[in-house]
């Protein structure tokens, strides 16, 4: 049974090492490549021998990769099937942990290789990086940690996809309830709060489970690495050469400065116009002027074809690579039980297309979704020519910058999907996210240097960690008598169990995407020239000269977020 949204996908490009009939579950089958990898290494007599080499491993590697998003997407798709499970759970626990200390052998085999440093510099300079940066980190002791590590990560997925509550008399998934949180009728709005946050705390035993017994792992698998803690050896594991845990402090100090006022004055403007004396959680996501919520589209097909509008508007080769993925059904949109939450973009990397999945209900998010999650995808486009695999994919940094932008970019058509007051509208509800996505970001962020670099804590100092964060960070919410929820927050955040330390890229994007948003506001045709420029580099350069090629700074103290943060505070007087 297929449970794949798309079937057999184009091949971009003819194998040329990997056999086209080898079964890429099956291990036995994939290890004599290995080996011949390896066996033919020493034979490489010139640059050209080595290069060709590095294309072969790099082809199995696509193959490889590919297999592993086959079984991801259908597995995220349908999280209640068992057939997706195992065969997802197969791959995690019989082939990677065989994976990881073969593709160490090769990287240890090219780092060692007499004819490494003949290869031309600025061509293999970052690909030299990682490469080195991986076999300084390698411990095959952790590979049996990393296993158990992906399976809890499973188990966090498996549980939030499995969350429901009765509303009125119907089954909904969290997602669903979401667009009871924009009703003007405010006691509508807390039941469906209050329904959803104590069906989060009937699970957050649960939840601090998996995250105690993930600290445990991941602070062992640091101390094997030869680290003190879990964030430096996760910062070096990340390849995170061009900023420092330090940095990371400055933008928590520039968004408190700079961007939590802002965020504070958009709560009291919204207060007023509420009538209200304190704004409660329930009071965040309804439009304040008590207008009923957006509603962009009815069908997730009008969804679709609106946004092939809006590229189409933007830029005719993006337009045509949305079009594509329509054609080969590489999108799986809608929300249903049993999918897994939250939007993702994956590339398939032998077929070197993307796949979009999402949840979309209906809602205004929804398209900042699909316009987000597109931008990934034209990023993956924009490299199919390069045959390196490794260069296909750049830093979450700047891969974020990529899908950030597109929402910002993708905005100035969103009539496509309103009327020119509710256009307005929708733009502005975009840019009040922009501002508070900052704080979230830096109470994120923040949380997981606090967690690791505090490894021992108790469960009770772990909330009060957070909540000191959401002190910081929160805004003026009032959150008597739902302490507990507020506590548990986190636990909605599937970054902190899924990828640990990935969540300040966003923040580092966010400053990207904002510049590139600047910089279209002078000269349209530059900007997008730049930006798509800048996609096409892949991961062939080092992060500040992805920045730069997009026409940005790869700086994120108060000395960049001050302007931007100005920026944001009087676009949105316009609106």
Known sequence: MNLLPFGKLPVYKPRKFVPPT???GNWPQIAPLFDQLKKR???????????RWLLDWSELNAALDEESSRRYIAMTCH???????????????HVEPELKPRQFALEKIYVAHPLREQLPGPRYQVFDRDLKNHVELFRPENVALETGEARLCQQYQKLSGA????????????????????EPDRALRQEAWELVAKRRLQEAGKFDDILDAQIRLRQQ??????????????????GRFDYTPEDCGKFHDAVAQHVVPVMRELQAERRTQLKLDRLRPWDLAVDPLNRPPLKPFARVDEMVSRTQKIFDRLDGKLGSGFQQMQDLHLLDLDNRKGKAPGGYQDTLNEARLPFIFMNAVGLQRDVETILHEAGHAFHALATRDEDLRAYRHAPIEFCEVASMSMELLGNEFIEEFYATADAARARRVHLEGVVGVFPWIATVDAFQHWIYTHPNHTREERAAAW?????????DVDWSGYEAARANLWHRQLHIFLHPFYYIEYGI??????????????????ALNDYKRSLALGGSR?????????GCRFEFSAKTIQPLAKMLREELKKL
């Not at 680290?227 to 070096?236: E, S, V």
């Not at 966010?510 to 045709?525: M, P």
């Open 467 to 475: 909540l000191a964060l959401m002190d910081r960070f929160g805004g």
């Open 542 to 550: 080092p992060l500040p000269e992805l920045f730069s090629a997009a």
């Open 163 to 182: 969350l429901t509550v009765n509303f009125r008399g119907e089954e909904k998934t969290l997602v669903q309830m979401g667009r009871y949180f924009e």
């Open 509 to 526: 994007a966010q400053l990207g995407a904002l510049q590139v948003w600047a910089n279209s506001r002078r000269d349209k045709a530059k």
């Open 41 to 51: 290494a020493p034979d490489c007599k010139t640059t050209a021998d080595l290069e």
């Open 221 to 238: 698998i640091a101390h094997n690495a030869g680290f003190k803690n879990y964030r430096d050896y996760a910062f070096r594991r990340l």
């Open 22 to 24: 080898v079964d890429l």
């Open 79 to 93: 999280t209640d099937s068992a057939d997706a499970e195992k065969a997802y759970l197969h791959f995690v626990e």
